[in-house]
């Protein structure tokens, strides 16, 4: 699931934001000025999308951190 808020907001309100990335596995958009957007996700997350763009597709390792992406939602699965 995604969210999307201001800078200030997100400043002002930053302990629930890195909550809701941490233990409700959140994506947070902080809109900035300039029309600049920042994404903030989870340790977890970044380290799964890093190991799919060094898989070789149609390696085990590309099957499972496909698989674990889908799980996360980052990814559809085709139906």
């Not at 994506?27 to 799919?52: C, F, G, H, M």
Request: proline residues 1%; charged residues 30%; hydrophobic residues 40%.
């Amino acid at each position: 699931m995604t969210v999307t808020t201001t800078q200030s907001n997100f400043r002002a309100h930053i302990n629930d934001y890195l909550d809701r990335v941490n233990d409700d596995d959140e994506t947070v958009y902080v809109a900035r000025p300039n029309n600049r957007v920042v994404a903030v996700i989870s340790q977890e997350k970044l380290d799964w999308l890093e190991r799919a763009c060094r898989a070789k597709e149609g390696s085990l390792e590309f099957a499972v951190v496909h698989d674990q992406l889908i799980r996360q939602h980052i990814l559809m699965s085709k139906l």
